[in-house]
């Protein structure tokens, strides 16, 4: 009957699971809402389908066979940005990211969409971030055809949005690329300055190291300066977290066995990381291969050992002389150091120790900005929402520069700075305190 | 209670969407599902159609329509209530404000705030607190919960011991009626002539109308806090001392209650600061000037010891004081770090009560093989103990519900109330007849007639039905007066 109240009997207790992979996470949430207000998609359209606590329940009643997967309930998982904003401020405790992974592998397996659709995750998960190389010749084709003044016309014209899905979606993501001489690899040892504090080895990344090169550089010098011998593990690939995210677990359980393979070999005290995304991802290869017992402790020794680069500077002073850098900045928490990771004082005490540098707070400093892994891609009318908040708060600081922490947030924040006409500058934390270095070592 | 057939349901939907436009109606099940219950589980009932106006207009005609459908209807705001006050207990509308949550005006010389129904309360302290400002009432869902909700429930929150609830916080509200009609109730000035209809309105639990604008006052933020925790090895310890602190005449701005079941679970969440092996801890906030300031903690602080405090310490900064009353306003969801649910009670005792009524509480929920976890407003009497359970085990919610209702009637036996803050809704509205009278009762429904004739609005709420009783469980086994006048009737 309709609107029957308390008529309904519950499944007998037994875990919940989507296909093999557990939701049991599910029961710890006691439906109190007060992840509500945290929840961006929430708080744009004000639909609890769209917020933490509505998904926790569609993914609940989806385990329990209360409702079958339809068309709405795929569409309301997928617009969940991953962000984990409703983790930070869940007293329950519920592993949301988890829970909304498993759905997501249980959308791709049910309703794995058209061609278009299909075509889009082969390309991006299938064949370009699971190479370095082929991004890497694809960001060269790519390069050449943005010099060509080419782009601008197919922009222009429309064509890019009827280029079919991938590439015009990596079309609008991606900056100009840098040349060739920023995309060269890192050389794979390089020394530390002055007492030795650690042997780290650093993700240089499957995106990143295409096409902000110039990160890993000012991460591999910041992190020289202070005392880490960094090594550039040779042959290192994608971590898996872009696979993980968008439902691709099995690809994603391949990419985590291969990156701790590579890594492991390099006999480090320590595995830093610059991308947000990736550092959080690597931190939970514990959970992702806890149910393979010929790799469970290692990737649990593993992650144990994964740091992003702010966590592991702020663990001591920097190491000084530093020059100053008069400018006024204002710090966007990527979700996946402030809630994946919860790193939020770290960074903002490595600013405060640059001289000169003045850092005001921004407005929801700790929400997402739309970028999200893919998400900019596959739901860019959300993707854009946010980005326009974001940037509206950016303007409101009157600062000169955002610094940042994470490529997709970096490229989003300027491109949505780009569509103001504003000037504002768009830096990750490491180039900042390179540049508080005075004449930088190579 | 009719239920709509396919087609009479698509031309609904259509007039619906000429209302407030496409995306702002939802029909699909799956969808509505998300909608059957608030912050309480226990409860669930399904809405025909969840609609999201964006004016006062929209939701006058929404309203309008619904009376010329004899479709019921019902306001939510955050869903973050305890008292199922916002299901639709008949079906028929949902209607959200949660895409009304503007900051409309800020009059700072006057001290007030017009806003939007769907505003988080949190949200409003936020957008005036630059200036020095903040809204008093403080549940501890501020977070989340909607201004509306609050007006609707005449909230109150750990600061209500000295600051009042809502009720003395809201000068004048826009509200439509149940017939549609828009009507400004009391304005911006506290001085009202003729019926004092913002205070009638205040509590009556989305029952009397829906509330689109809210005109409240907006307080000074207090220029010195500060934030004692005291420690006890003993529930009746940590009982003693609230009597000892009101009785030596100190006026806190709050004094909460957290024991340690609850303490043990917020420790796991956030790490707080609260002693893990304490049977309870006391939360007491001075506010004010900061001259006597000092004095009057030291006799908070002796209170507490006289009566057998272990520690007693003063939050050491801003920082740490934040952190304590984080503990404190997600303790509820905090129970999920060791139950898959709960039920949280909300009586009102004689504070002189306390100790009795916290052990008579420990012994009921016991003795239903139940655990029960307590923090609330223990300046205030304003008990809550959360019944923990787990709903995959069958014959639990029936426990709970049986163990429910003998606090209730324990709270109503010491001369308290059975709500002291989350409304009556559907879940206490078997249990009025514990504290009110046949003819309080009927002058309620006569007032709720004058204001909702059709019940169209909000319906199954506050008052017992025949409906309720069969379905929410358990009810007061004394008959009541009220059954004998056939006013109501228990099954
Ligand atoms: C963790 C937690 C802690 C809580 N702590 C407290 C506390 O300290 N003090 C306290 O008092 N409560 C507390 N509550 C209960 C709850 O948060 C309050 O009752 C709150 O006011 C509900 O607001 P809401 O926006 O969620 O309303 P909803 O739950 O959506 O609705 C509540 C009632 O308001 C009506 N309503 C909503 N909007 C309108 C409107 N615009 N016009 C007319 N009627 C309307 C609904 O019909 C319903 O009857 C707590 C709840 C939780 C989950
Ligand atoms: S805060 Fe946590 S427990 Fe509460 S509704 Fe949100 S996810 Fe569930
Ligand atoms: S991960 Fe982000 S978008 Fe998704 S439910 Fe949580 S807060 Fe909302």
């Known amino acids: 009957m309709a609107h029957a109240v308390q008529e309904q009997t519950r499944a007998a207790a037994g875990p919940l699971a989507l296909h093999g992979l557990s939701v049991e996470g599910v029961n710890q949430c006691v439906h109190c809402g007060l992840c509500l207000a945290s929840c961006p998609t929430f708080a744009e359209l004000g639909t609890e389908m769209d917020s933490p606590r509505g998904r926790i329940f569609l993914i609940k009643s989806l385990a329990e066979g209360r409702i079958a997967l339809g068309e709405a309930t795929a569409r309301h998982l997928e617009l969940c940005l991953d962000c984990r904003a409703c983790e930070t401020v869940c007293p329950a405790g519920v592993p949301y990211g988890r829970l909304i992974e498993a759905a997501k592998a249980e959308i791709e397996r049910q309703r794995p969409g058209g061609a278009g659709r299909r075509l889009f995750r082969w390309l991006n998960f299938g064949v370009l971030l699971t190479s370095p190389r082929r991004l890497a010749l694809a960001a060269a084709g790519l390069r050449a055809y943005q010099a060509s003044g080419l782009a601008r016309l197919v922009r222009r014209s429309g064509l890019a949005r009827r280029l079919s899905g991938t590439l015009a979606a990596w079309e609008a993501l991606l900056p100009p690329l840098p040349r060739r001489a920023e995309r060269a690899p890192l050389p794979a040892l390089i020394p530390a300055e002055g007492a030795r504090r650690a042997r780290v080895a650093l993700l240089s990344g499957c995106v990143q190291s295409v096409v902000f090169g110039a990160h890993n550089r000012a991460t591999a010098r910041v992190l020289a300066r202070q005392g880490a011998e960094v090594v550039v593990p040779a042959g290192q690939g994608c971590c898996g977290a872009l696979n993980a995210h968008g439902g691709d677990h099995a690809r994603a359980l391949e990419l985590a066995r291969r990156t701790i393979e590579t890594f492991e070999a390099a006999r480090a005290d320590a595995v830093v990381v610059n991308t947000s995304g990736c550092g959080a991802h690597m931190k939970a290869y514990g959970h992702l291969l806890a149910d393979d017992p010929a790799w469970a402790a290692r990737a649990r020794r593993f992650a144990a050992s994964v740091v992003d680069v702010a966590e592991f500077l702020a663990r001591e002073p920097l190491r000084g002389p530093l020059t100053p850098v008069a400018m006024t900045v204002t710090y966007h928490d990527p979700c996946h150091v402030v809630h994946g990771q919860k790193i939020r004082s770290e960074p903002r005490r490595l600013l405060a120790q640059i001289p000169g540098l003045r850092v005001v707070e921004l407005a929801e400093s700790d929400w997402c900005c739309g970028s999200a892994g893919l998400y900019n891609l596959t739901q860019p009318e959300m993707a854009t929402r946010l980005r326009e908040r974001k940037v509206g708060h950016v303007l409101a600081t009157g600062a000169e520069a955002v610094v940042t922490a994470n490529p997709g947030c970096i490229l989003q924040i300027q491109a949505g700075l780009a569509a103001r006409g504003a000037a504002a500058r768009v830096f990750h934390l490491v180039e900042l305190l390179d540049r508080a270095y005075p004449a930088a070592t190579p | ?491």
């Open chain 2, 1 to 491: 209670m009719a239920v709509l057939t396919e087609s009479r349901k698509a031309s609904l939907r259509r007039e619906l969407e000429a209302i407030v436009g496409a995306g702002a109606v939802l029909a699909d099940p799956d969808e509505l599902l998300v909608y059957e219950s608030d912050g309480l589980t226990l409860l669930r009932a399904l809405a025909d159609f969840v609609v999201f106006p964006v004016s006062a207009e929209q939701v006058s005609a929404l309203v309008r329509l619904a009376n010329r459908e004899s479709l019921p209807f019902v306001a939510r705001g955050a869903g973050t209530g305890l008292s199922g006050g916002c299901l639709p207990a008949e079906g028929g509308l949902v209607i959200s404000l949660m895409r009304m949550n503007r900051v409309l005006e800020v009059d700072y010389d006057n001290q007030l705030a017009v806003v939007e129904p769907g505003l988080v309360n949190l949200h409003l302290s936020w957008t005036v607190g630059a200036r020095g400002y903040y809204y008093a009432p403080d549940p501890s869902s501020q977070q989340a919960c909607t201004l509306g909700g609050n007006i609707a429930n005449n909230s109150g929150g750990p600061h209500t011991l000295k600051y009042g609830v809502t009720t003395n916080h809201v000068l004048g509200l826009e509200v439509v009626l149940p017939d549609g009609e828009i009507v400004w109730l009391g304005g911006r000035t506290r001085a009202r002539a003729g019926y004092d209809l913002v205070g009638v309105f205040v509590g009556s639990e989305g029952t009397f109308g829906i509330a689109t604008k809210i005109v409240v006052r907006l307080l000074r933020k207090p220029p010195a806090v500060k934030t004692v925790l005291a420690v006890f090895d003993a529930i009746d310890h940590a009982s003693a001392a609230v009597s000892a602190i009101i009785a030596r005449g100190l006026v806190p701005a709050a004094v909460e209650m957290i024991d340690q079941l609850t303490i043990q679970a917020v420790e796991d969440a956030f790490g707080c600061g609260y002693p893990r092996d304490a049977a309870a801890a006391l939360l007491v906030e001075l506010d004010g000037l900061p001259f006597g300031m000092e004095a009057q903690a030291a006799r908070i602080v002796q209170a507490c010891r006289d009566a057998g405090a272990r520690e007693v310490r003063t939050a050491r900064d801003e920082a740490e004081r934040q952190l304590l009353w984080k503990g404190r306003k997600s303790a509820f969801g905090a129970y999920g770090r060791i139950s898959p649910a709960y039920m949280v009670m909300d009586g009102v005792i004689p504070r002189t009560k306390l100790p009795y009524v916290l052990r008579r509480v420990n012994e009921i929920v016991a003795a239903h093989g139940l655990r029960v976890g307590n923090v609330f407003h223990a300046g205030d009497g304003n008990l809550h103990p959360n019944i923990l359970y787990d709903p995959r085990r069958p014959g639990e919610e029936a426990r709970v519900v049986a163990a429910g209702a003998a606090i209730m009637r324990l709270c109503a036996e010491v001369g308290g109330s059975i709500s002291g803050e989350h409304g009556i809704g559907l879940e206490k509205s078997d249990f009025m007849p514990l504290i009110f009278s046949a003819a309080d009762l009927a002058l309620m429904q006569r007032l709720k007639r004058a204001f909702n004739p059709t019940g169209l609005c909000n319906p199954g709420k506050i008052f017992p039905t025949s409906k309720s009783c069969a379905e929410v469980g358990p009810v007061a086994s004394r008959p009541h007066a009220i059954e004998e006048k056939g006013l109501a009737q228990r099954f």
